[in-house]
């Protein structure tokens, strides 16, 4: 498939099955939901992976493009089906040929999703805290701890765990756990007040045991950052998507809605809004493909784990991040008060739509977070940096 074949089918996709399904989206169904697998059908499922492992080598600039019109149609259904992307980077870049022979090429020849378990409760956004513990018993690693929140962990294939050296408490590894080890176990299924047709789950691990060699190169919290960049550019594009969807709305609703006897449409007031809207929907958009082409370039370079190992947290994807998730809300909220009382019912969609976008700037770090490691890594001199 080309990209504009992928473009088509992803659009087909979007009308067939989620633009007027949204109350089923926003009902906490079973997952993972029939749809994932509709999605997979197409032949896209993990549309970024490499040729070798039988993926489409998509470019994270096409998939921006992708995930801007998944997200159009519903921001949880592309939430889940591109979150793999997060564990799959990290495999990818810095697991053995082994390891990626052995947990890749199954995504595509059989479609389906690994997840990440980062977080912690007590932790919070300081992961250096964590308290999920690795350690080393002759051949084997052995897990315990739990994880707050991981997104599509209840059916994935494998999970990529963040840990804290039980041997070595300064040092953190990122370890691939197939999803049926003994000990990992998902408590629940968290009820989300948004992105509804994505499921996130609580997870213990206890006593859980991998081959030693499961364990990826690097510093795990380095290869974790690492990994964010392009689940952090696509989350940001979901804003992206239901701001477009939002404009969108709003301008059906102006053709019909009368204000002073004339279409709202005819208004000034409504016209200054849609004004705004399309230049923050421009910005928006040119900042999710320009960091997905910046993150394009280090994944094109030969030396590319080393590069991004150097870089780690890249400033474009944290500044999608953060303005597609800030404008995305305003642009959401500023629309359901144009729709009066209706906007704030569940008859109409815009209150999914408000209740969706908010996910963007809470998970993979909140803004203050971020505003944090933004003033760290670029502002402060070099010298003065933690
Ligand atoms: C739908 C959903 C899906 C998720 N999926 C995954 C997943 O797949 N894998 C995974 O590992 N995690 C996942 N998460 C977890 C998510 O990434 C975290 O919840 C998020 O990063 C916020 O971290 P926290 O909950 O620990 O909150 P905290 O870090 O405790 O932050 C709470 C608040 O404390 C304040 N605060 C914290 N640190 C600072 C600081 N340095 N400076 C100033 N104020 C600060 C801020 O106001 C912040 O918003 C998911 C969460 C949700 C809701």
Not at 140 to 165: C, H, M
Not at 278 to 291: F, K, P, S
Request: charged share 25%; hydrophobic share 40%; with cysteine.
């Amino acid at each position: 498939m080309n990209q504009a074949e992928r473009l088509r089918t992803v659009e087909d996709f979007v009308r067939q099955e989620l633009i007027g399904q949204e109350t089923a989206l926003d009902s906490l169904a079973d997952a993972p939901l029939p749809l994932y697998k509709s999605f997979m059908d197409t032949g896209l499922a993990n549309w970024w992976l490499p040729e070798q492992y039988g993926g489409q080598a998509v470019s994270l600039e096409d998939s921006v493009r992708m995930v801007s019109a998944l997200s159009y149609g519903d921001a949880g259904a592309a939430f889940s089906l591109f979150m793999t992307v997060l564990a799959t980077s990290m495999v990818n870049l810095y697991g053995s040929p082994e390891l990626k022979q052995k947990y890749l090429p199954g995504l595509v020849a059989h479609p389906g999703f690994c997840a990440t378990l980062g977080s912690e409760h007590e932790a919070g956004s300081e992961l250096g805290r964590m308290t999920t513990t690795v350690r080393r018993e002759g051949d084997e690693l052995v897990l315990d701890g739990k994880k707050a929140f991981s997104t599509n962990t209840g059916f994935a294939r494998f999970v990529v765990v963040i840990a804290r050296s039980a041997d070595d408490p300064g040092d953190y590894l990122a370890i691939v756990v197939p999803r049926d080890t003994p000990g990992l176990v998902v408590e629940k299924r968290w009820d989300v007040i948004g992105v509804r047709s994505s499921a996130t789950y609580e997870v213990s691990l206890r006593n859980c045991r991998v081959p030693a060699d499961h364990a990826l190169k690097g510093n795990g919290l380095r290869l974790l950052e690492i990994g964010l960049n392009a689940s952090r550019i696509l989350i940001a594009t979901t804003a992206l998507g239901i701001a477009r969807r939002v404009r969108d709305l709003c301008m059906d609703y102006a053709a019909t809605k009368q204000v002073k006897g004339a279409p709202l449409e005819d208004n000034a007031v409504f016209a200054g809004r849609l004004g705004q809207f399309e230049m923050q929907i421009e910005v928006m958009t040119r900042q999710c493909l320009a960091a997905a082409r910046e993150w394009d370039e280090i994944a094109a370079r030969p030396d590319a784990a080393q590069e991004f190992y150097r870089r780690g947290t890249l400033k474009s994807a944290l500044a999608a991040k953060m303005f597609c998730g800030q404008t995305g809300f305003q642009i959401a909220a500023a629309a359901s008060e144009m729709f009066g009382g209706m906007g704030y019912t569940h008859d109409s969609i815009i209150g999914k739509l408000l209740r969706d976008v908010r996910y963007v700037s809470i998970i993979e770090g909140g803004d203050d977070v971020l505003r944090e490691l933004v003033y760290n890594r670029y502002v402060l001199p070099a010298a003065n940096r933690g």
